[in-house]
């Protein structure tokens, strides 16, 4: 992956991000959720990969990739997301691991046992 760049990505870079790498990693680097690109990419008319595309991927299937499809010449042309630095990703990364260490653990739920009546 190159630089950041201080701008935008354009449709064909994030068209060829999600179709390199899952969306969850290709949105780490734009600081956002991966529901967060999905609903970026759909603005854009950006086709993403389906659920188990990357399983599929994974264990050597041959996945067909969907063609970008030309943008609508209608009204503005909306712009992608635009890329953290090096330095903006280590301070998320720094701010999840203290949250992470001061978080208290979740307590554990316990059931108890419902005896059934006889029928």
């Known amino acids: ?5 201080d701008g935008p990505v354009d449709r064909e870079t994030l068209y060829a ?3 390199a790498e899952p969306v969850k990693v290709v ?7 991966d529901v967060g690109l999905a609903k970026i990419c759909k603005k854009l008319h950006i086709p993403i990969p389906s659920r188990g595309y990357w399983a599929k991927v994974k264990v050597g299937r041959v996945m067909k990739k969907v063609l ?4 609508r010449k209608s009204g503005p042309v909306p712009s992608g997301p635009t890329p953290l630095s090096s330095e903006q990703l280590a301070s998320r990364a720094a701010i999840r691991e203290s949250v992470a260490k001061v978080k208290p653990p979740r307590p554990k739920l316990e059931v108890p046992a419902v005896s059934s009546p006889d029928r």
């Open 68 to 71: 970008l499809p030309p943008l």
């Open 1 to 5: 992956m190159s630089e950041p760049s």
């Open 17 to 19: 991000e999600v179709w």
């Open 27 to 33: 949105a780490q680097r734009y600081g956002l959720s």
